[in-house]
C-alpha cells in the first residue's frame, strides 16, 4: 500500500467535492470531504471495477447510500478516468448528468438512486443475495452510509436480513461524522453503540478512525477474509474533514464552503491523481432468460377460482418459461399464492419475511443485477413500502408487485387488512402500470404480460373466488379493456374492474329485466386507462358509472376521469366507491354495506337514468 499516494488521493477527492459544489453554488461538500479516506482506500486497492464494462458479471457494487454526498462520489469517477474535469464542473446544472443525487438513469456506474436515506442498504442486500444465490460470480457488495440515516427502520431490517442469510459478500462503511442536518446525530461518535446493534444481527464490526488511511486498509482486509458473516466497518470521521474553518462545525451542512478557494489551498491544492482501479476477475453470466414455450394454467368459463390463485399458477408457469424470473414475499406466500413458484423453484425464491420495505428494496436490488423480481404481499401492506417503489421509479427500476386481498371484500378481517388506497398510490408513482383483473384466465395472462413491461408493474388480486367469466385464449393487452353488456339502447355505462365486475354484470342483468340496458365495461387496465373506449361509452350513452372495491381518491374513478382531461365535455360521471371504514363482516355484507354491490349499483343506475338526458 503506497500510504502517501492514497492520502494524496483522499485530499484530490475532497478538493473536487469542494471545487463541484463551488461551481454549482449548492451541494453537500462537508459531507463527501468525512468519507474520503473511506473512498481513496476503496477505489485505490480494494473495489474490482471495470469502468468500461458496468455490466461485467465480476465488477464489485458499490452503493452509495449517503447520496447526498455525491461530489465525493463524482470525484472518484474523475480519479478513476471515468468522467473529466470538466464534467465534473457540471455538477447540478441542466442537462449535466452529475445530479445533486446520482441516478442509474444518467450514470451507467449508479447501481440505485439514493438520497431517501436509509435505502442503500436495504438495495445492497438484494445485490448481495443475487451474488450469492443466483449470480455466484464472487463479487462483494460495498455500501457507504452515513451515521444520521441509521436511524432509519428500514436499516435495520436490512440487518438482520444480511445477517440471517450470511451474506459475506456484503460490506457496509459506516461514515460516523457526528452532525446531520440540524445538528449532532443521537450517537454521536459513540462508534460501540452502531457496533453493538450491528452485532445483535449477526454482523462482523470493525471500528476504526475513518481518517488513518492505513488503519482503513487493514479493517477492508479484514472485512474481505471474513466469511459467513456481513461487515461492517464503522469509522469515526469530521465532517469538512481537512478545512479548519468547516470541520467538525455545526450549520453547514449542504452548503457550499464560505471561501472556496482557500478551502482548496489549505488541502494542498488541485491534484490531478489517477487510479488504475483494480479489475475484476473473468466470470460469466450464469443466469439466461430460458426459451422455453410458456404453458399459462388454462381455466374453464363457469368455474370459480380466486385470482390470487390464478397469480400463483401462472407465476410458477412463467418461472418454468424463464430463468430469470425471481420471487420475493412478505411471510404471506400461503395468501398471496407466490408459495407455488417455491415449491417449484426454490433457489429463485426469497423469503423477506414480514418486512416489506426490505422485500422491496431486494427485489430492486435484483433488478439492477439483471433478475426479473416478482415481490407479493398483502395490497394493504405494500403502503409501508411506499418510498421505495417511488424510489424504485426514480431509478428506472424494472420490478413486478403484487397486493393480494385488496378491498373490503376480504370480509372479516377488518380494515387493517384491506387495501383500500393502493391504486391511487400506484397510479401516482411515475412510469407505473396498474392492473386489476377480474377473473382466473385474465389473471394469468395478465401476469405473463408485465414480464414485458418496464418500470414499476402492480397487479392486484381478490382473496375470494370470482367467476372465470373469459376463456383461456382471451388476449388482455395492457392499456386496454373489455366491453362485457352493450346495445344501442344503453342509457349509462358501468365501468369496474376486479371483484366489481362481477357486481355490475349482476347489476346489468337486473336492470335488463327492469327495461333499462346498460353496458358495462371491464377496466382491468387501471393505468393506462383505455381512453378510446371510455370516450366512445361516453359519447353512447352519455353518462358513466365507475364502481370500485377502493377509496373514491385517486383509483378507478379517477383513473377514468383521466380519460377526459385533454379539453373535451366531460360526460356526466358518479362514482361508487368505498367512502366509509368498514368493519368485520362477511364478503357480500362488506359490498353492500360500502354500497358496491350489485344492489346499490342498480340503486345508482335507476337514480341516474330518471335524471339523465337520453343522447
Avoid at 462508534?191 to 452485532?199: C, E, G, P, S
Amino acid at each position: 500500500m503506497n500510504t502517501r499516494r492514497i492520502t494524496d488521493l483522499a485530499r484530490q477527492l475532497r478538493v473536487d467535492s469542494v471545487r463541484a459544489a463551488a461551481a454549482a453554488g449548492s451541494g453537500h461538500p462537508t459531507s463527501s470531504m468525512s468519507a474520503a479516506d473511506l473512498m481513496a482506500v476503496l477505489l485505490a486497492g480494494h473495489l474490482r471495477y471495470d469502468f468500461e464494462r458496468p455490466a461485467h458479471p465480476a465488477n464489485d457494487r458499490f452503493i452509495l447510500s449517503k447520496g447526498h454526498a455525491s461530489p465525493l462520489l463524482y470525484a472518484a469517477y474523475k480519479a478513476a478516468g471515468a468522467i473529466n474535469e470538466t464534467e465534473l464542473l457540471t455538477f447540478r446544472k441542466l442537462g449535466s448528468r452529475l445530479e445533486g443525487h446520482p441516478t442509474p438513469r444518467r450514470l451507467p456506474w449508479v447501481e440505485t438512486a439514493t438520497g431517501s436515506l436509509g435505502q442503500g442498504l436495504p438495495v445492497g442486500v438484494g445485490v448481495a443475495l443475487a451474488g450469492k444465490r443466483l449470480d455466484r460470480t464472487g463479487y462483494r457488495v460495498w455500501v457507504l452510509c452515513g451515521d444520521s440515516e441509521l436511524a432509519e427502520g428500514s436499516v435495520w431490517e436490512a440487518a438482520e436480513h444480511a445477517g440471517h442469510e450470511h451474506l459475506d459478500n456484503l460490506i457496509v462503511l459506516v461514515d460516523v461524522n457526528r452532525l446531520g442536518q440540524r445538528g449532532p446525530t443521537r450517537h454521536g461518535h459513540d462508534l460501540d453503540a452502531y457496533a453493538r446493534r450491528f452485532q445483535a444481527f449477526d454482523w462482523h464490526t470493525v471500528e476504526v478512525d475513518g481518517h488513518d488511511v492505513e488503519a482503513v486498509e487493514r479493517a477492508y482486509t479484514e472485512a474481505e477474509s471474513t466469511a459467513g458473516q456481513p461487515t461492517a466497518i464503522i469509522a469515526r470521521t469530521l465532517k469538512g474533514k481537512g478545512v479548519a474553518a468547516v470541520e467538525d462545525r455545526e450549520g453547514l451542512h449542504g452548503k457550499p464552503l464560505p471561501d472556496a478557494e482557500e478551502a482548496i489551498a489549505e488541502l494542498g491544492g488541485v491534484r490531478d491523481v489517477r487510479v488504475e482501479v483494480q479489475p475484476p476477475p473473468a466470470a460469466r453470466m450464469l443466469h439466461t432468460v430460458q426459451g422455453g414455450h410458456l404453458e399459462l394454467p388454462r381455466y374453464d368459463i363457469g368455474g370459480e377460482v380466486a385470482t390470487r390463485d390464478a397469480f400463483g399458477q401462472a407465476l410458477a408457469a412463467l418461472g418454468a418459461a424463464r430463468g430469470d424470473v425471481v420471487v420475493l414475499d412478505g411471510e404471506v406466500g400461503d395468501s398471496t399464492r407466490a408459495e407455488y413458484f417455491a415449491k417449484e423453484y426454490p433457489d429463485r425464491y426469497f423469503e423477506c419475511y414480514i418486512a416489506e420495505q426490505q422485500m422491496v428494496a431486494a427485489a430492486v436490488g435484483m433488478a439492477a443485477r439483471g433478475w426479473l423480481p416478482y415481490a407479493s404481499t398483502f395490497a394493504a401492506f405494500l403502503t409501508r413500502a411506499h418510498d421505495f417503489v417511488r424510489m424504485a421509479s426514480i431509478s428506472g427500476s424494472g420490478i413486478n408487485l403484487v397486493g393480494s386481498h385488496a378491498g373490503c371484500a376480504i370480509g372479516p378481517d377488518g380494515p387493517s387488512q384491506m387495501g383500500l388506497e393502493d391504486l391511487a398510490m400506484f397510479r401516482a408513482v411515475h412510469g407505473s402500470t396498474v392492473l386489476y383483473p377480474c377473473d382466473a384466465n385474465q389473471t394469468a395472462r395478465l401476469v405473463a404480460a408485465t414480464a414485458g413491461l418496464e418500470g414499476i408493474r402492480y397487479l392486484r388480486t381478490t382473496r375470494g373466488k370470482t367467476p372465470v367469466i373469459y376463456g383461456p385464449t382471451e388476449e388482455f393487452p395492457v392499456g386496454g379493456s373489455k366491453v362485457l353488456r352493450a346495445s344501442p339502447e344503453d342509457r349509462l355505462t358501468l365501468v369496474a374492474a376486479g371483484v366489481t365486475v362481477h357486481e355490475a354484470l349482476r347489476a346489468a342483468d337486473v336492470l335488463a329485466g327492469q327495461g333499462i340496458r346498460v353496458r358495462v365495461v371491464d377496466l382491468y387496465s387501471v393505468k393506462p386507462v383505455d381512453r378510446a373506449t371510455l370516450r366512445e361509452a361516453a359519447d353512447r350513452t352519455g353518462c358513466l358509472l365507475t364502481v370500485e372495491d377502493h377509496r373514491e381518491e385517486g383509483g378507478l374513478g379517477d383513473a377514468v376521469l383521466d380519460a377526459f382531461l385533454d379539453g373535451r365535455p366531460v360526460p356526466r360521471l358518479v362514482r361508487l366507491a368505498v367512502r366509509t371504514m368498514p368493519g368485520s363482516a362477511t364478503p357480500a355484507e362488506q359490498l353492500h354495506a360500502a354500497g358496491i354491490d350489485a344492489g346499490s349499483i342498480s340503486a345508482a343506475a335507476r337514480l341516474l337514468v330518471e335524471h339523465a338526458v337520453v343522447p
